[in-house]
């Protein structure tokens, strides 16, 4: 056995034995040896190594349509529109990723204004927290922290007056009403800047607490329209518009149009194949019938009580063959897992003998 | 006898067109699970904070059965009003998670102008996650779901919506659906979607294929209703309209027509085979 063999050979295995014992040794135990609170970075682990199939499958693709398209074998287009397709699916998609994640930096900045005044409101309020505010306490003083949020405030209004928004949407009324809920919640926020400025911050009075809660409370309404503007907008463009074409008007459409062959076959096939020559044939038949007229309109036509007989097929004899099925199937698999596990089944294991 | 299987289907594309071009429907059939999952939905209590998980594991391949069952189990949740959170094992859904609440949302908000279904209220897309079961059971292990998520496939935090952002553990998730058309991933949810003490209530939605595979779950009470194949779509949204009598599934019930009359098309084609067959051989029998 060579280092690789016996290096693949070890993780597998002791891959294996962590999930093995994980799942039957107490949690009580777990959590005394440490790895309860280790297994979700250790599951994420195996998660991330699984979603490498991802881009291993790319490389596949690439390599083996590639050289067909280079070397012009024989059906060679059919692999070209495949790598063309990948391409650019795989561009229009990571075009809208980037476009949606810039789209929610830039909302993520208006949804903090009100986290920011609830956190202000929250820490100033709870005189047992040891960091909550207080003349002495550990954070900033609150004028400060105030003075920093109508700043920050003042701030995002200006960039989104810059963005001058109301120079995009669809003209729609839907669209105007949106843009008139903004505007309103802007002038909301705006003069409630005005009197946070203009009132002392060295304690939270009352009026004071009131003005922190309309501060987040417009806020929160600010940047909801916001939000529903920009993702109206977001969803118009280019990008969007290919990825509905890729997507919806050619992905969709090949892949029910070859799932819908299946029944074109499966009718051939009944005419073609399906004899009664024997009990068993006849017995699925007549099963098969009743299992097919229970679930149609017209069955009831035929006898009233057919969805009826269908559902008690289906619930006992059905259920007891498919237990039956499952057993010998699950007895299989564990078989298949354990010859995985010491790894008799792979090619990678078996070159060294 | 020679047969061209060319006339079988154009017999085929004629049977399941008829319906849908002359817009002839019927009543569907009832399908007695799909009125046990109807009654599990109607009946799930939630308080705020609580919401309805649902995977969407499958793509356009199967959407013809799995689309539809989508779409009535949403409008069912959203009528509700229960927060969704949707989410896939299954890459090829990716676009489906998109198209599928927002049809059933705009359906909902033309339908009564008065109010609003919208994204972040009433559903958000958690996107395609992988890592199956191992992804299944840190989930289910997290004491703080809302951060467990991260984000949105729009890339938005997940505790900026306020529905979703405290979801501090599997207990809120008070409903588990499932819609696919694979299998092994509905396995997958069975298998690992519990913890001690916690034990969803689990419906699910599959093609006529593996109906049968879904009774043994059915029966055993891990799985508390059942969507089977369109059949189980268009009973549901029969049961939806007697509800909500302005609810309209015009199209479903046009395909789950078609979908009969190609059904019945094929015993008559298995019919047909055997006759053919029987004259053959008691000819050849003759001769």
């Known amino acids: 056995m060579d280092s690789r063999t016996a290096l693949i050979r070890s993780f597998t295995f002791l891959g294996g034995i962590y999930f093995f014992f ?26 991330v190594i699984g979603a490498m199939a991802i881009g291993l ?39 809208q990723w980037i476009r949606n994640r810039a789209v929610s930096s830039e909302l993520q900045r208006i949804y903090v204004i009100g986290e920011f005044s609830n956190r202000i409101l929250s820490d100033a309020s709870d005189v047992k927290n040891p960091k909550s505010f207080s003349p002495a306490g550990e954070l900033p003083k609150l004028e400060f922290r105030v003075h920093a949020l109508t700043k920050y405030v003042r701030e995002v209004l200006g960039e989104v007056e810059r963005a001058s928004i109301e120079g995009h949407g669809d003209g729609s009324q839907e669209s105007l ?68 074409v890729l997507y919806s008007g050619i992905f969709e459409n090949l892949g029910a149009a ?48 057919m969805p009826a007989l269908r559902q008690w097929l289906l619930e006992v004899p059905n259920s007891a063959v498919f237990r039956a099925i499952r057993f010998g199937a699950a007895v299989a698999g564990l078989m298949l897992a354990i010859r995985m596990w010491f790894s008799i089944e792979s090619k990678t294991s078996s070159e060294g003998r | 006898m020679r047969f061209s299987h060319r006339y079988v289907y154009l017999l085929m594309i004629a049977v399941v067109a008829i319906p849908i071009v002359f817009g002839f429907s019927t009543k569907p059939a009832r399908m007695i699970s799909a009125e046990r999952m109807y009654s599990v939905v109607e009946n799930v209590s939630i308080v705020e904070g609580d919401i309805a998980l649902v995977w969407l594991d499958f793509g356009p391949n199967t959407i013809a059965e799995n689309g539809a069952q989508a779409e009535v189990l949403l409008e069912h949740l959203f009528r509700r009003r229960i927060p969704v959170l949707l989410l896939s094992q ?112 689990f419906v699910h939605g599959c093609t006529s294929i593996t109906i049968p595979e879904a009774y043994i779950f059915l029966d055993s009470k891990q799985l508390h209703g059942l969507l089977e194949g369109i059949a189980g779509a268009a009973w549901y949204g029969e049961l939806l309209q007697r509800s909500f009598p302005q609810s309209s599934h015009k199209n479903l019930l046009l395909t789950n027509t078609a979908l009969g009359a190609a059904q019945i098309a094929i015993i008559l084609l298995i019919v047909a085979g055997n006759v053919v067959s029987l004259y053959s051989w008691s000819k050849r029998r003759r001769d």
């Open chain 1, 258 to 305: 070859m799932f819908a062959l299946l029944g074109v076959y499966i009718a051939a096939a009944a005419f073609r194949a399906f004899r009664v020559r024997s009990m068993e044939s006849t017995l699925m038949m007549v099963a098969a019938l009743v299992v097919m007229l229970g679930q149609i309109s017209f069955g009831k036509w035929i006898y009233e009580d």
């Open chain 2, 90 to 201: 299954y890459p090829l859904s990716e676009g489906l998670l998109k198209t599928i609440p927002r049809k059933v949302a705009d359906k909902l908000n033309i339908e009564m102008p008065e109010q609003e279904w919208k994204y972040g209220e009433s559903w958000i897309n958690g996107g395609y996650k992988p890592g199956s079961g191992n992804y299944i059971q840190s989930l289910v292990a997290s004491t703080d779901i809302s951060t467990f998520l991260g984000r949105d496939v729009l890339g938005m935090p997940i505790e900026h919506y306020p529905a979703f952002a405290k979801i501090t553990g599997v207990e809120k998730i008070k409903l588990v659906g499932e819609i696919t058309g694979l299998t092994g991933v509905f396995d997958t949810i069975i298998q690992f979607f519990q913890k001690k003490g916690y034990r969803p209530t």
């Open chain 1, 57 to 95: 499958g790319i490389i596949n693709l690439v390599i083996g349509h590639g050289s067909h398209v280079v070397f012009k074998r024989r059906g060679w287009t059919f692999s070209a529109v495949l790598l063309v397709s990948l391409v650019s699916t795989l561009g229009v998609t990571t075009a």
């Open chain 1, 22 to 47: 994980h799942f039957i040794v107490p949690e009580s135990a777990l959590e005394v040896i440490g790895i309860k609170d280790a297994h979700p970075g250790i599951s994420n682990g195996f998660i």
């Open chain 1, 177 to 244: 009403t949106l843009r008139e809920e903004l505007h309103k919640n802007q002038i909301l926020l705006a003069a409630d800047l005005d009197r946070v400025e203009t009132v002392s911050w060295e304690n939270l009075s009352d009026s004071n607490k009131v003005l922190l809660e309309r501060v987040s409370q417009h806020a929160g309404g600010y940047a909801t329209a916001y939000s529903v503007i920009r993702r109206r907008d977001a969803e118009q463009g280019l990008i969007p518009q290919m990825y509905t």
